[in-house]
Nanobody, 124 residues
Framework: QVRLEESGGGSVQAGGSLRLACAAS?????MAWFRQVPGKEREGVAA????????DYTDSVKGRFTISQDNAKTTLYLQMNSLKPEDTAMYYC????????????????????WGQGTQVTVSS
């Protein structure tokens, strides 16, 4: 079992920045960030392959968010710039023991491991 621990969430004014981190207790082939707000389904934000380093982002964060990993591929980061109120959500770190197709990297179904979540609140 791989444990995921998120950190870095908080409250920020619109236009500000936050950097989320997720520490994994072991190597996984895919890591990703998801977010969820009340009344909506969990949304894939950004994902990265630990093998190929390919990345994917949901359209609403492209150009503002950057996903990355440390060299050991056990720590995941999400640099969030130019934050908007609509970015407010609970952000979850996820990891998978398999290589996922690019079209599935931002789909929450069947990810093997999930963190507890960290709240991001952006005020207008």
């Amino acid at each position: 079992q791989v444990r995921l621990e998120e950190s870095g969430g908080g409250s920020v004014q619109a236009g500000g920045s936050l950097r989320l981190a997720c520490a994994a207790s072991g190597f996984t082939y895919t890591m990703a960030w998801f977010r969820q707000v009340p009344g909506k389904e969990r949304e894939g934000v950004a994902a990265i392959s630990s093998v190929s380093s390919r990345v994917d982002y949901t359209d609403s964060v492209k150009g503002r968010f950057t996903i990355s990993q440390d060299n050991a591929k056990t720590t995941l980061y999400l640099q969030m710039n130019s934050l908007k109120p609509e970015d407010t959500a609970m952000y979850y770190c996820a990891a998978d023991s398999k290589v996922r197709a690019r079209s599935m990297m931002l789909v929450p179904n069947d990810y093997d491991y999930w963190g507890q979540g960290t709240q991001v609140t952006v005020s207008s």
